[in-house]
């Protein structure tokens, strides 16, 4: 950063947060650029601290228990002594919704987490010197005011000096409207001003039917890659050439923004057909195509891009760039590089699944979710070997939800991995019931799926190893599956996690092996114990004596690797037959039982079936 003036040293910066490690994070190095910082973990400690001494900046978490972010500062913006005071949002929320909100309740600027030291420390200063300028032209005019009572006399004489500082004043009141309208780093406009032209646009609209305007929506894709590797200066020069190169492809009708981060909004007005704003898209997207030479590096890198029609709405502009927001997720899901036009049933979409999240937040504290058990048979015994457990959702509204429907929703928000710890504490009961029912013997096993979000939490062994320790279960029974994605980076990390659950004697297993990485060098080196074939190569069997596909070879792989093999999915006679003359080990489908609840598997374990 540039060194910053005098009267910017030892400023009072409040900062208000309940993650501890983000208070120190900030605290050190706001200290280290000469700041006298204060700390407070909620909302009502930092009103407090404003009551003590108004700080000239504040740094406000906006998610903190009891109190928001937003009702702090509409507490502060109240006050007035504290009114005034710049309020800078922390989030890692990336909602349209909180964005606008954040502005509505006083926020000056906002920052997103995981906070980049350059951004924080150029937003911070900014923030300053806009308030800075604001003290000054207040303490101008107050100047002005006196002068001019006392000097009527002397009008004559002093009126050139008077000229001079209203000019003053009048340049630091474009200093201040800019910098609150303009992004400090590209110097593009930022989302305030970019929300009044897009109001205008809308105005046009009502006015004139015909006047034709659109919304893109742009974020690069693994820009993160760049900030991580070469480092956050060489990712701040690298938005300066992206902003430089957006506008080239644009025309001066047309405003294009910084939001923030590696996100940019442009506003089409003029459009002779709504058609068009496709083409333009076309057209930035083979601008980013070119490398970036920068002043030490050349980067490539491309962008994603959702477009919304001014012709859906006409009233919210912020329901305009939430919308295109949306079609740029979708262009992303798709496979990046690409745009994504807004159709209004995506919103619907989108609000469905914010209910859906919300609702699977709160499913297993109100005991929603069920566990389900799908018998493993034996191939050599026919006889059950054990059970995969599968998870259900019985919602209290809309009834049974598909595990196809909300289990990537758990995993995209991380919720799976408390859903699947509390799978596998239900499996480990259900199955000691049974032991105690004498339904089955202690060497009936237990498979339950892992998510590969343990891999990135270290407490999981220690769950794992205490409910172990609880329960007394015979650990080998349990068998954990993972599916190859899930280790096909082989980190160190994942490597370690992988031997730590050997060394409690609890077996792995590859679910829906061949569908994935499929590898043989990660077979090799990680302690893998089953390998399950997936449904998709089962259903090829058929009678025929050349129609075993790579189901032969990934058996051979199983028993060559001292491993098991698991077949899924097996819904005939001859698939069975196929199997078992394959040799293989074990098997699972609809041909010997749906998944189960608990009370129909304690039915089925009593008649002791045998295929």
């Not at 049933?345 to 069920?370: I, P, S």
């Given at each position: 950063?540039n060194?910053k003036p005098?009267?910017?040293l030892?400023?009072?910066?409040?900062?208000?947060?309940?993650?501890?490690?983000?208070?120190?994070?900030?605290a050190?190095?706001?200290?280290?650029?000469?700041y006298?910082?204060?700390k407070?973990l909620n909302g009502?400690m930092?009103?407090k601290a404003?009551?003590?001494?108004?700080?000239d900046?504040?740094?406000?978490?906006?998610?903190?228990?009891?109190?928001?972010?937003?009702?702090?500062?509409?507490i502060l913006?109240?006050?007035?002594?504290t009114?005034e005071?710049p309020?800078?949002?922390?989030?890692?929320l990336?909602d349209?919704f909180d964005?606008?909100k954040a502005?509505?309740v006083g926020?000056?600027?906002?920052?997103?987490?995981?906070f980049?030291?350059?951004?924080?420390?150029?937003r911070?200063?900014?923030?300053?010197?806009?308030?800075?300028?604001?003290l000054?032209?207040?303490q101008?005019?107050a100047e002005?005011?006196?002068?001019?009572q006392e000097?009527?006399?002397?009008?004559e004489?002093s009126n050139?000096?008077l000229l001079?500082?209203?000019?003053?004043r009048?340049?630091?009141?474009?200093q201040?409207l800019?910098l609150?309208?303009?992004?400090s780093l590209t110097n593009l406009p930022?989302?305030s001003?970019f929300?009044?032209?897009l109001?205008?646009?809308?105005?046009l609209?009502?006015?004139?039917?015909?006047?034709q305007?659109a919304?893109?929506?742009?974020?690069c894709?693994?820009?993160?890659v760049?900030?991580d590797s070469?480092?956050?200066?060489?990712g701040?020069?690298?938005?300066?050439?992206i902003?430089?190169?957006?506008?080239?492809t644009?025309t001066?009708n047309?405003?294009?923004?910084?939001l923030?981060?590696?996100?940019?909004?442009v506003l089409?007005?003029?459009?002779?057909?709504l058609d068009r704003?496709p083409?333009?898209?076309?057209?930035?997207?083979?601008?980013l195509?070119e490398p970036?030479?920068?002043?030490?590096?050349?980067?490539?890198?491309n962008?994603?891009?959702?477009?919304t029609?001014?012709s859906?709405?006409?009233?919210?502009?912020?329901?305009l760039?939430?919308?295109?927001?949306?079609a740029?997720?979708?262009?992303?899901?798709?496979?990046?590089?690409q745009?994504y036009?807004f159709n209004p049933?995506?919103?619907?979409?989108a609000?469905?699944?914010?209910?859906?999240e919300?609702?699977?937040?709160?499913a297993v504290?109100?005991?929603e979710?069920?566990?389900?058990?799908?018998?493993?048979?034996s191939?050599?015994t026919?006889?059950?070997?054990g059970?995969?457990?599968?998870?259900?959702?019985?919602?209290?509204v809309?009834?049974?939800?598909p595990?196809?429907?909300?289990?990537p929703?758990a995993?995209e928000?991380?919720?799976?991995?408390?859903?699947?710890?509390w799978?596998?504490g239900e499996?480990?009961r259900q199955?000691q019931?049974?032991?105690?029912q004498?339904?089955?013997?202690?060497?009936?096993?237990?498979s339950?799926?892992?998510?590969?979000r343990?891999f990135l939490?270290?407490?999981?062994?220690?769950?794992?190893?205490?409910?172990?320790?609880?329960?007394?279960?015979n650990?080998q029974?349990?068998k954990l599956?993972?599916?190859?994605?899930a280790?096909a980076n082989?980190?160190?990390?994942?490597?370690?996690?992988?031997?730590?659950?050997r060394d409690?004697?609890v077996?792995l297993s590859?679910?829906?092996?061949g569908?994935g990485?499929?590898?043989?060098s990660?077979?090799?080196e990680?302690p893998?114990n089953?390998?399950?074939?997936?449904r998709?190569?089962?259903k090829?069997?058929?009678g025929?004596?050349?129609n075993?596909g790579?189901?032969p070879?990934?058996?051979?792989i199983?028993h060559?690797?001292?491993?098991?093999?698991?077949?899924?999915?097996?819904?005939?006679p001859?698939q069975l037959?196929?199997?078992?003359?394959l040799?293989?080990?074990f098997a699972?489908?609809?041909?010997?039982?749906?998944p189960?609840?608990p009370?129909?598997?304690a039915?089925l374990?009593?008649?002791?079936?045998?295929?």
């Amino acid at each position: 950063m540039n060194a910053k003036p005098l009267e910017f040293l030892q400023k009072d910066i409040l900062i208000v947060d309940d993650t501890q490690d983000n208070l120190r994070y900030l605290a050190t190095i706001l200290t280290d650029e000469g700041y006298k910082v204060r700390k407070a973990l909620n909302g009502q400690m930092a009103l407090k601290a404003c009551r003590v001494v108004v700080p000239d900046l504040i740094l406000l978490d906006i998610m903190m228990p009891d109190m928001s972010g937003y009702q702090v500062c509409e507490i502060l913006k109240t006050n007035d002594a504290t009114c005034e005071v710049p309020v800078i949002f922390l989030s890692a929320l990336d909602d349209a919704f909180d964005k606008v909100k954040a502005f509505n309740v006083g926020g000056v600027d906002y920052i997103s987490k995981p906070f980049q030291l350059e951004e924080v420390l150029a937003r911070i200063q900014t923030q300053l010197i806009r308030r800075a300028a604001e003290l000054k032209i207040q303490q101008l005019n107050a100047e002005l005011e006196s002068r001019v009572q006392e000097r009527t006399l002397q009008l004559e004489c002093s009126n050139q000096d008077l000229l001079q500082e209203i000019k003053e004043r009048k340049q630091l009141q474009e200093q201040l409207l800019h910098l609150a309208l303009h992004d400090s780093l590209t110097n593009l406009p930022n989302r305030s001003l970019f929300m009044e032209r897009l109001d205008q646009a809308i105005a046009l609209r009502k006015a004139n039917p015909d006047y034709q305007f659109a919304v893109l929506f742009l974020d690069c894709d693994r820009f993160k890659v760049v900030n991580d590797s070469l480092g956050h200066l060489v990712g701040d020069e690298l938005l300066i050439a992206i902003g430089q190169r957006l506008q080239s492809t644009l025309t001066e009708n047309d405003t294009l923004a910084r939001l923030g981060g590696d996100e940019f909004a442009v506003l089409l007005e003029e459009l002779p057909t709504l058609d068009r704003s496709p083409a333009i898209a076309d057209c930035i997207l083979d601008s980013l195509k070119e490398p970036f030479q920068l002043s030490r590096y050349e980067v490539f890198i491309n962008a994603s891009i959702g477009i919304t029609l001014g012709s859906f709405y006409n009233e919210k502009p912020e329901y305009l760039l939430r919308d295109a927001d949306t079609a740029m997720y979708r262009a992303k899901s798709l496979g990046k590089g690409q745009y994504y036009l807004f159709n209004p049933v995506m919103h619907e979409e989108a609000l469905n699944r914010l209910q859906l999240e919300n609702d699977l937040r709160r499913a297993v504290e109100r005991k929603e979710f069920k566990v389900y058990y799908q018998p493993i048979i034996s191939l050599t015994t026919g006889r059950i070997y054990g059970f995969e457990s599968l998870v259900r959702w019985q919602h209290p509204v809309r009834g049974f939800i598909p595990p196809v429907e909300f289990i990537p929703v758990a995993e995209e928000t991380g919720l799976i991995a408390n859903i699947d710890l509390w799978v596998l504490g239900e499996s480990v009961r259900q199955i000691q019931d049974w032991q105690h029912q004498n339904l089955i013997d202690e060497s009936v096993t237990c498979s339950v799926n892992l998510s590969a979000r343990h891999f990135l939490q270290s407490s999981f062994i220690h769950r794992l190893r205490k409910l172990l320790e609880v329960t007394q279960i015979n650990p080998q029974i349990l068998k954990l599956e993972i599916t190859e994605s899930a280790i096909a980076n082989k980190n160190q990390a994942t490597l370690d996690i992988l031997h730590q659950i050997r060394d409690c004697q609890v077996e792995l297993s590859i679910d829906d092996f061949g569908t994935g990485y499929s590898s043989l060098s990660y077979l090799e080196e990680f302690p893998v114990n089953v390998l399950k074939i997936d449904r998709s190569f089962i259903k090829r069997i058929d009678g025929s004596e050349h129609n075993g596909g790579l189901v032969p070879g990934i058996i051979g792989i199983a028993h060559t690797m001292g491993m098991i093999a698991i077949a899924e999915g097996v819904e005939t006679p001859i698939q069975l037959e196929k199997l078992r003359r394959l040799g293989c080990d074990f098997a699972q489908g609809y041909l010997f039982a749906k998944p189960l609840n608990p009370d129909a598997v304690a039915e089925l374990l009593a008649r002791s079936p045998q295929w």
